[in-house]
């Protein structure tokens, strides 16, 4: 497994390629541009010009290709979806003199659920409300199948596990390597190995169905008022058809614990019998890829998850 190309441009840098591109579109100056968040992957700016639609979200891809998916996946999830979805204006591809892709999409009132710490203090009864909204609009997605499973565009695999384990494997090979260079930890490698060296237990269930899955569903990637009244999801990433527990561990991530997400999703919705050990092992080896592919350790999430996955193994008596 190889670390994805990442342009190297600045922050500075790619606000003067959003300016040209906005102002060549719209043929109109800039009233204003704010950069306002940023992943691995890319940068997001708030752009504000003197026409319709007057105010913009401008998302620079640092991958290429990314934005063709991302947009994709935008469009394929808003065409039937309980939470609004942005609507992408257009995308942009890499020129000799703007050599990052762009999408420029809707942009959407509120601050993300992660960032705005006041969120954390809302009462319960809106942070039930909350919950249940999230998890009733993943499920909706859920519901929409296909009899294969893979990319959005081009399912190709019969079973789910012909796609995943190989990438599960993939992912393990790549971490040894990261070991031996004092990448990763000994105690992640050896919590990884366990857990492969018992895979068919962990996902005996049969998987029948491929769900239409967001990909990033954790509480950055939820837009709401300061009184957790929800006005979008953004960000879909890797969105494909898969099990739909894939990513199920993602409502855990970050600040999504206290807002009581996952348990919440399956209080409401069937999961499988294995469920906490299957998301702690896709969780576990996400955080790994994501590594793998961005560059980027994030360190604090992949120990909180390791640790979840050595619970979880424990309790069903695999170490």
């Known amino acids: ?158 079973n789910w596990l012909d796609f995943y384990k190989p990438f599960a494997k993939d992912i393990l090979d790549t971490a040894i390597q990261m070991n031996k260079k004092g990448k990763i930890n000994n105690k992640t490698l050896k919590t990884m190995r366990i857990a492969w060296d018992n895979f068919d237990n962990i996902f005996c269930d049969p998987i029948e169905k491929a769900s239409l899955i967001h990909g990033d569903l954790n509480v950055m990637n939820v837009m709401s008022d300061e009184k957790l009244n929800v006005t979008a999801i953004i960000d879909p990433l890797d969105c494909k058809w898969a099990d739909k527990e894939f990513e199920l561990f993602q409502l855990n991530n970050l600040t999504g614990n206290l807002f009581n997400l996952y348990d919440t999703y399956k209080a409401k919705y069937p999961v499988s019998k294995n469920v906490d050990l299957k998301c702690a092992f896709y969780a576990v080896y996400h955080e790994i890829y994501c590594y793998v592919s961005s560059g980027r350790h994030t360190e604090s999430i992949l120990r909180i998850a390791v640790k979840r996955l050595r619970k979880e193994l424990k309790k069903a008596g695999l170490v």
């Open 1 to 158: 497994m190889e670390q994805k190309v990442v342009r190297e441009y600045s922050k500075e840098q790619t606000k003067d390629f959003v300016k040209s591109i906005v102002s060549e579109r719209y043929a109109c100056e800039i009233s204003s541009i704010k950069y306002v968040g940023g992943g691995s992957f890319g940068y997001v700016y708030k752009v504000e010009i003197p026409v319709e639609p007057y105010k913009l979200i401008v998302k620079a891809c640092r991958v290429s290709g990314m934005h063709k998916s991302e947009a994709n996946a935008l469009k394929v999830l808003g065409a039937d979806t309980l939470i609004h979805i942005p609507e992408v204006y257009f995308t942009f591809d890499a020129s000799d003199d703007i050599p990052m892709d762009f999408i420029v999409e809707e942009y959407v009132d509120g601050t993300d659920c992660f960032i705005d710490v006041r969120k954390l203090f809302v009462g319960k009864r809106k942070k039930r409300q909350f919950a249940d909204k999230i998890v009733d609009a993943l499920a909706h997605w859920h519901s929409k199948t296909n009899d294969k499973f893979g990319s959005l565009d081009n399912p190709e695999y019969e």
